[in-house]
Nanobody
Framework: QVQLVESGGGLVQAGDSLRLSCAAS????????MGWFRQAPGKEREFVAA????????DYIDSVKGRFTISRDNAKNTVYLQMNNLKPEDTAVYYC??????????????????WGQGTQVTVSS
């Protein structure tokens, strides 16, 4: 059973930075595709960034390119989402997800079987 625990959310001002962490059960980070999603009030869950299993390639939605960076530490079984120059529209609950995915399915939340509980990120203007 894969377990994921997010941390690092908080209340910040526009332009600030946060680093989210997703601590995973043993070997998850190195053997699963790992993704970050977010859900704002009244909106659907949205893909943010991902690593593909077996690859060092990353994927981001256009609105966070150049501001967010996904990374992982296999030794610590942890995935990070470094978020710089935060904007009020980044406000959401951020979720970490894991799954054995390939190709474009990495952007599809329904393809990930394992999820963390979420961490709130609030950006004030």
């Amino acid at each position: 059973q894969v377990q994921l625990v997010e941390s690092g959310g908080g209340l910040v001002q526009a332009g600030d930075s946060l680093r989210l962490s997703c601590a995973a059960s043993v070997r998850t980070v190195s053997t699963y595709s790992m993704g970050w999603f977010r859900q704002a009030p009244g909106k659907e869950r949205e893909f943010v960034a991902a690593f593909l299993w077996g690859s060092s390639s990353t994927d981001y939605i256009d609105s966070v390119k150049g501001r967010f960076t996904i990374s992982r530490d296999n030794a610590k079984n942890t995935v990070y989402l470094q978020m710089n120059n935060l904007k009020p529209e980044d406000t959401a609950v951020y979720y970490c997800a894991a799954g054995r995915l390939v190709g474009s399915s990495r952007r599809d939340a329904s393809k990930y079987p394992y999820w963390g509980q979420g961490t709130q990120v609030t950006v004030s203007s």
